[in-house]
């Protein structure tokens, strides 16, 4: 049973963050050279993301990428965490290239009502609306910057029926995909002491405000429209 607040239990990270959208030759590239300082810690990842009745939080992440916030859970594979089966539910506030995160740990069952008692009164009644799923390889050789490269993207409905205590296990059990990414989303993740020089050019020459949240909103939202 949860007895502390959202707050009080997360972990909160506080770094900057450059995103790039690269052909999959060109990721592949960057990944060899990262792995010439160490093999990748690589998972799948499902992250499914909340919003309000109004999509206030997609519009956000949207309109002012550089300026939002997102409310998501994510479940990993292989599951590496010491209470295997358990979501990370996470806040994640991006604003002028600052990325703070809190996160708590909760079983799958656990998150309704979490997301209902702590978040309603920053964001509103919130629900899942939409999920994506993807291959995640991690580089990290510096205890001050980490690189992720994200492949295999696709995007897809949610509901509160991934959050119930007899549900499927999210990776392959979230249904059609909307849509897919052919690109690969390269993040490069680093503290004050910064990047070294080849990864800080990369970052300024191909740095790009994309949005997973964003880029699944949007297909949700035209299927919505179109009726599919």
Known sequence: MITHLFAETGITNLRREVKLL????????VGDVLARCGPALESRVVAVYFDSSGGALAHRAASSPGDCVKVRAKAYSPDRNEEPGRVVL????????????ERIWLAPGEVRDVVGRSLSAA???LAPVVATSYRRRVYQ???GWRVT???GLSFHQAGWSLFADDAPAWHGG????????PRVVVELKFGPEGLPRWLAHLGRSRGTSYSKFAAASGLYARGRSTGA
Do not use: C, Y
């Open 90 to 101: 996470e806040v994640k506030r991006e604003r002028a290239g600052i990325t703070s995160k």
């Open 174 to 181: 979230l249904g059609a995909a909307l849509g897919a990414e």
């Open 22 to 29: 690269l052909e999959p030759d060109e990721a592949d590239s």
């Open 141 to 143: 050789t510096s205890p």
């Open 149 to 151: 490269i994200d492949d």
């Open 123 to 125: 964001f509103g009644t």
